[in-house]
């Protein structure tokens, strides 16, 4: 942005010029009119803080009304480009929005110019944010009405493939979209709340399946992913104890998931969490470690059983002597605080035999098997 200092008298633009700037104005007063001569007709008079200008910008067409500087004035220039970036960043449908507002107050400019009523019927396109906007609203009405569905993905011994336990994982089932992906329903469900009914939903048949899996104390575990809603209030300890009792699964064979996104907002409220969730013999694990930056502070404070770490470290431990070198060091830091670990991302043999050079005696990944419905599994389970 730049600035623009106009005289008292001068012309900013003119009707029908085409629009490739917008201004704010920051010192003076602008006349905003339509016509020439005795037809000239004064719309307003706008005073600092206000804009103008923006609507040719914004729907692309030629200035609707010129603008002349009534006293000396100092106006911010804003570009065509530093408003179609500003649009492409917003949401969709407000970005949608604002274009229709647009038009619609163009239409109103007009008939009232004209002396016409401005009732009417108007109709357009259905443009990419109402469609995102419907979008929303089945995914919405999916969550709610319960097509949220657990997928189990088995965590294995490194040493032998033995399944020790299940990360449960969430999809969602809807008539227009399908079987949709976490990325395609999870943040709409953070936005809204909705992300506690998933999580709860998720936490209560994911125990349902421990159970039925195994009614063994000692039965491979099932792990859950809350979200940073349950981390603002201290109720979820207690929903999690109620659903243990219920389907008559030892709380230690439930681990509650969190990420660091979750923690930075409150520790001290995730801490104390931490330890209602031990007190009650819940084991937590730090998920997805190694994409962020404050990993190591979360280790030293609060007291994890577990830790998963994230597929890009993973990946690259074949190849990278440095990522080697930072897993080594990992696990003798975990080994030293009785932290274990968990290798996400698992794809192939040769990683397998890495992360054991390594030390480590836990993974998941696409190597041992894909996420699949959770009754799929219990009847493979069953049938072993």
Same mark, same amino acid.
Not at 232 to 242: F, K, M
């Given at each position: 942005m730049h600035n623009r200092d106009v005289s008292a008298g001068e012309a900013i633009f003119a009707?029908?010029?085409t629009a490739d700037t917008a201004y704010l104005i920051e010192r003076g007063a602008v006349e905003i009119a339509v016509g020439r001569g005795d037809d000239r007709k004064v719309l307003a008079q706008l005073g600092p803080g206000e804009v103008f200008g923006e609507m040719g910008l914004i729907d692309g067409t030629p200035r609707s009304a010129a603008a002349a500087a009534v006293s000396d004035c100092r106006l911010v220039v804003v570009t065509s480009d530093q408003i179609r970036q500003a649009i492409a960043r917003s949401d969709p449908f407000f970005a949608e929005l604002m274009r229709k507002l647009v038009g619609r107050l163009r239409q109103t400019q007009t008939a009232l110019l004209q002396g016409n009523d401005i009732i009417g019927v108007r109709t357009s396109d259905i443009g990419p944010g109402y469609s995102e906007l419907l979008r929303e609203r089945d995914i919405a009405q999916a969550i709610i009405e319960g097509s949220v569905e657990p997928f189990l993905q088995p965590i294995v011994d490194l040493h032998d493939g033995r399944t020790l336990g299940f990360e449960t994982l969430a999809r969602c089932r809807s008539e227009q979209a399908g079987l949709m992906q #976490? %990325?395609?329903f999870l943040p709409l469900a953070r936005r809204t709340g909705l992300i506690r009914r998933v999580d709860l939903g998720m936490a209560e048949r994911a125990l349902a399946c421990c159970r039925r899996i195994s009614g063994e104390a000692d039965g491979p %575990?099932?792990?859950i992913n809350v979200s940073a809603w349950h981390f !603002?209030?201290? !109720?979820? #300890?207690?929903?999690?104890?109620?659903m243990a009792e219920l389907h008559g699964v030892v709380p230690s064979r439930v681990c509650v998931e969190i990420t660091e996104s979750v923690l930075i907002d409150d520790i001290a409220l995730a801490e104390r969490t931490m330890d209602d969730l031990h007190d009650a013999g819940f084991r937590v694990a730090l998920d997805d470690f190694g994409t962020g930056f404050s990993s190591l502070t979360f280790l030293h404070r609060l007291p994890f059983d577990l830790i998963k770490v994230d597929g890009i470290l993973v990946g690259g431990a074949q190849t990278s002597a440095r990522q080697r070198a930072m897993l080594q060091g990992l696990v003798e830091l975990c080994d030293r605080l009785d932290i274990e670990l968990i290798a996400e991302g698992v794809e192939d043999a040769g990683t397998v035999r890495t992360l054991l050079d390594l030390g480590f005696t836990m993974g998941q990944g696409a190597h041992f098997a894909l996420p699949a419905p959770a009754e799929q599994v219990i009847a493979a389970w069953g049938r072993e």
């Open positions: 009707e029908g010029d #976490p %990325f395609d %575990f099932v792990s !603002q209030t201290d !109720q979820l #300890p207690d929903s999690l104890t109620r």
